[in-house]
């Protein structure tokens, strides 16, 4: 989609981006950088263990060399003698096998870590396709790869040359020299060479470790629609919340229009703000508020509350109080009890005059107990 709009990868990858992108096996790799390490590592080992390889060479030479006549038909004593050679040269070189192995697990995660992906391991269509075959032959990354390859055969080779010319007697001079001397010197020569070639690929190296990790890092740069995307995927499309939000705020106020019915006084401003209340000992030691709402709200809450004979009071200082400090379903603040509690007395002592029962109450007036902190 980002590709088809023709936008230009201008934002920074976002870490789910990055997390994706490291279970697809897309991580920053230096091929060079591990066969830089191999190498010098194989090296170093090799001159570490040099001595041990050069001494089981020659007790293998010595001990082949000097077989007797029965030993030569005799195949139990062949196989003795095998033996016998085999444990000369078992440890240094396991050890020296050993060194390589973990010298080519650590020196591929050096740059990127450590990192197993089953998706990097399936197998894909695009890796057969002929087409893309040639744009990778001969892409960005061929023209890149091209160069550090000229560039590691032409240090290998000026190395080569120094290192021909700066050992070239003393090679000459191995022939003059008795076994098993000459062998141990061979092998320390042949060690040296190959840790000097090994540390030409340095160079190579410290080229291709900071392209490979700009380069990673610009394939996964995005364009702002794809940032765009993913943030509605992950956060949710703002049309969509906003439609949820709605409907959720819908669903809330019919149950709280369905709680109306069943209020005792419903409290007026008497056009701004409706408060219903409920006082029911069971649930709660104090009157709870069922529904409120202002402006169409509160002119629907009234309807209600005509249509099903619930009380209605118009006291404006009242109702702001209780609306702007007690939430659908909570008790009403300690401060308001004995001005609710006057509505509530009001609206019994109505109810008793009504069924004939006792006089027409007060009205109330404006003189209800509110303090000037819930005064709005």
């Not at 989609?1 to 920074?12: H, I, K, L, N, V």
């Not at 085999?86 to 995660?109: H, K, Q, R």
């Not at 002119?299 to 118009?314: C, W």
């Not at 109505?350 to 000037?372: A, C, E, H, V, Y």
Request: aromatic share 8%; with cysteine.
């Amino acid at each position: 989609m980002a590709e088809d709009s023709g936008q230009e990868r201008t934002e920074e990858p976002t870490p789910k981006k990055l997390q994706e992108a490291k279970k697809k096996g897309q991580i920053a790799r230096s091929k060079e950088l591990g066969t830089t390490f191999v190498l010098i590592m194989s090296a170093v080992s090799l001159l570490i263990f040099g001595p041990g390889i050069g001494y089981g060479l020659h007790t293998v030479m010595e001990r082949m060399l000097s077989l007797s006549r029965n030993e030569t038909y005799d195949t139990t004593k062949m196989f003795a003698a095998w033996g016998a050679v085999a444990e000369s040269l078992t440890y240094p070189l396991a050890m020296f096998v050993l060194v390589i192995i973990i010298a080519a697990f650590v020196g591929n995660t050096l740059l990127g870590g450590f990192n197993f992906s089953w998706q990097a391991m399936a197998p894909k269509g695009s890796k057969m396709s002929p087409l893309k075959g040639f744009k990778r032959m001969f892409g960005p990354q061929a023209a890149v790869e091209l160069i550090k390859a000229i560039l590691k055969f032409g240090l290998v080779a000026a190395c080569a040359f120094l290192l021909i010319k700066m050992y070239f007697f003393e090679i000459l001079h191995l022939s003059l020299e008795t076994t098993p001397g000459n062998i141990a010197h061979a092998l320390e020569i042949l060690a040296w060479m190959f840790l000097a070639l090994s540390c030409t690929m340095v160079v190579v190296s410290l080229i291709d470790v900071p392209y490979q990790s700009y380069n990673h890092h610009k394939q996964l740069k995005m364009t702002l629609q794809e940032v765009k995307d993913e943030y509605k995927n992950s956060e949710g499309d703002p049309q969509i919340k906003a439609r949820i939000r709605r409907t959720q705020r819908e669903m809330s106020q019919r149950r709280m229009m369905q709680e109306v019915p069943d209020a005792d006084v419903v409290v007026t401003n008497p056009t701004h703000y409706s408060v219903a209340l409920k006082y029911d000992t069971e649930r709660a030691g104090a009157p709870i508020m069922v529904a409120k709402g202002g402006d169409e709200l509160a002119l629907q809450i009234r309807k209600i509350a005509k249509g099903n004979d619930v009380p209605i009071v118009e006291s404006p200082v009242l109702t702001r109080a209780l609306y702007h400090t007690t939430e659908v379903g909570e008790q009403i603040p300690e401060q308001l009890f004995t001005a609710v509690a006057q509505v509530l007395a009001y609206v019994y002592q109505l109810k008793r005059f009504q069924k004939g029962r006792g006089r027409r109450p007060t009205k109330l007036g404006n003189s209800l107990p509110i303090p000037d902190d819930y005064q709005y």
